[in-house]
C-alpha cells in the first residue's frame, strides 16, 4: 500500500474511486433536474486527474463519464481539503474543465461534451468564497457578460451540514461524517456513532476493506487517538474480533512508517553524497580552470540543491574555456 501523503486525499480517492459509492453518492447531492438526464448505468470512473503537482496538498478530484441527456457528458468533482475556502476554486476549476476538453478532442470529435463541476468541501470553516466563476469578476455591466466565461459551480460545504442533512447509503455518511468532523475539536467523540453506523456494511464483501480505509484515517487525522482507545471504540460499536483487527493494523501502520522513512532516509542519503561529489568536483574544475576569478562563483553554485543543475555545469565545465559561458549557465538556473 502506498504511504499516506494526505488522509483526506486517500480517503476521498478510495471511497468514490468506487462505482457503486459514486452512483451513491451522486444521487443523493446532484440536483433533481440533472439527475433525471442521467443515465446512471452508463456512469464511468475516469483514471485521469487535472491537479497540478503543488496543488495535490490541498486538492483532489474525480472524474465521471456519464451520459447527460442522450449526450456524452461529465461530472468532475473537486475536493478542496485546505484549511480555508480559497476565493480562486472557480478560475482552477476553469482550467480544470478546458483540460478534460482537450482530453476528450483527442478522443472523439467536436462536439465538446457538458462537464458539470462540484466542488466538496470539509474545512474547518464555512466557505466564503465564490461559488461561480462569474463571482470573481465583480460586478461587470450586463453588457459584457455575453463576453466572459460564466458556470456555477454545485458546492457542497459539509462543515455546516448536520448529521440528519448528511444523505447516502452507510459508505457515503459515514465518509461525510468523517470529513465533516476531520478538523473539529472533539472528533474523537463522534467516532462511536460513525463505527456504529458501519454494522451493515462489515456484512458485505468489501466491508473490511473499507473498514481498513476508515480506521488508517482515523489513525492519521484524530490527534491523541491510540490504538487501544479506537480499539475500545470499535469493539463497542462493532465486535470483538473487529477490534483485535485494530491493533493488528496500527502495528501495520507503524512499521510502514517505519519502512518508510528508513526509505526517505537512503533517498536523502544518495541524494547528499551525489550532491556533494558534484560539488567537489566543480570545485576542483572551476578553481584549475578559471582560478580565483571562477572561484567567486562557488557561493552561488553551493547554494544549488538540484543533482541535475549541477550536472549541467559540470558539463559545460567539460566543454567551456570562458568563464563568461559558465556564468551565462549559471544565470539561467537561477
Known sequence: MEPITN??????KQIW???????DFLSHYLPPEILALMDQETLEVC???????????????????????????????????????????????????????????????PPLPVIVPMVLYHGPTRWTGPDSLLGLLGKPDPTLLDYVPHFKILLYDFSSYSHEEIKGAVLTRAALMLLKHAFIPG????????????????????????????????????????????????????????????????????????????????????QYGLRQGLLEGIELAISIRFGARGMKLMPAIQKI??????????????????????EKVLKSLR
Open 17 to 23: 474511486s468506487d462505482r457503486d459509492a459514486a452512483q
Open 305 to 326: 540543491e538540484d543533482p541535475s543543475q549541477l550536472e549541467a555545469i559540470k558539463e559545460t565545465l567539460k566543454v567551456t574555456r570562458k568563464l563568461s559561458e559558465l
Open 187 to 270: 472528533f474523537a467523540g463522534k467516532l462511536p456513532e460513525i463505527f456504529y453506523l458501519l454494522r451493515t456494511l462489515l456484512e458485505k464483501e468489501t466491508g473490511m476493506q473499507y473498514l481498513e480505509t476508515i480506521l488508517r484515517y482515523v489513525f492519521h487525522t484524530v490527534e491523541g487517538m491510540g490504538a487501544e482507545d479506537l480499539k475500545a471504540i470499535v469493539e463497542d460499536n462493532l465486535s470483538t474480533a473487529k477490534g483485535d483487527f485494530v491493533m493488528t493494523l496500527a502495528q501495520q501502520i507503524k512499521n510502514e512508517g517505519i519502512q518508510q522513512g528508513i526509505q526517505e532516509g537512503i533517498r536523502e542519503g544518495r
Open 47 to 109: 483514471k485521469d486527474s487535472f491537479i497540478q503537482e503543488d496543488l495535490r496538498e490541498y486538492f483532489s478530484d474525480l472524474l465521471y463519464k456519464v451520459s447527460l441527456g442522450n449526450e456524452d457528458g461529465y461530472i468532475y468533482l473537486l475536493f478542496e481539503h485546505k484549511s480555508h475556502s480559497d476565493r480562486l476554486t472557480p478560475l482552477q476549476l476553469l482550467s480544470y474543465i478546458h483540460s478534460i476538453w482537450r482530453l476528450h478532442l483527442k478522443q472523439a470529435s
Open 7 to 12: 488522509p483526506h486525499d486517500r480517503l476521498f
